[in-house]
């Protein structure tokens, strides 16, 4: 599944039970992750049909009227994926769209307290799944996804393994918090320079 914006995004609020933004109470469901963009254009994460594309009356009784201008996509692979509180919608009910193209724009109309997009995931049978996992992005408030991290980051995970093993049974990596370091930690370049160091001694 491919990022709904090309550009930078954070994530505003997480998937889950959390304190409702309007009312205040706490442990209420969110079943989607609200996501805050630089560029606004909102993307298909997958291709598939378009199943709805409408905003619904708040008098009409119907709770998607919550969602504002929202897009409903049924995906080739099973999931019917929402895009919700849109300021514009850029395509029809019944319409194929094909991953990357433009849905609408990032917007907020609805039950929203500023422009975000309200992402989410089902699967055939209505059941909600944690979109970041799809998204390959934690669940985490304030966590950033910058899309030209992305590449080297799949670089790093076929790497990591190995190589933070190789450094850490040599004695490379040894030294001040080395013990609690997490994978994508950055180093200092004097921080380099004694693991060059130190592997020239074992080399
Ligand atoms: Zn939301």
Redesign the pocket.
């Known amino acids: 599944m491919r990022k709904p914006f090309d550009g930078e995004f954070r994530v505003a609020?997480p998937y889950g039970s959390r304190v409702d933004p309007i009312t205040g109470e706490p442990g209420v469901w969110?079943g989607?992750v609200?996501l805050v963009s630089a560029d606004r254009n909102v993307r298909a994460v997958i291709g598939g049909t378009v199943l709805q594309s409408r905003m619904v009356d708040k008098g009409s009784g119907d709770r998607t009227w919550e969602w504002g201008n929202y897009v409903s996509v049924g995906g080739d692979d099973g999931f019917v994926i929402y895009y919700c509180h849109l300021d514009a919608r850029a395509v029809e009910k019944g319409q194929r769209v094909s991953p990357g193209q433009i849905l609408g724009i990032e917007g907020n109309t609805g039950r929203s307290t500023g422009i975000h997009l309200?992402f989410e995931v089902r699967d055939w049978g209505g059941q909600q799944r944690n979109p970041c996992d799809y998204l390959g992005i934690p669940n985490q408030a304030g966590y950033i996804f910058k899309p030209e991290r992305e590449s080297w980051e799949d670089e790093c995970h076929d790497w990591s393994r190995d190589a933070v093993e190789w450094c850490v049974s040599r004695g490379i990596l040894k030294g001040k918090g080395d013990d609690n370091f997490a994978l994508g930690d950055p180093i200092t370049r004097e921080e380099m320079c004694v693991m060059l160091f130190r592997a020239r001694e074992i080399m």
């Open positions: 609020s969110h989607g609200d309200h």
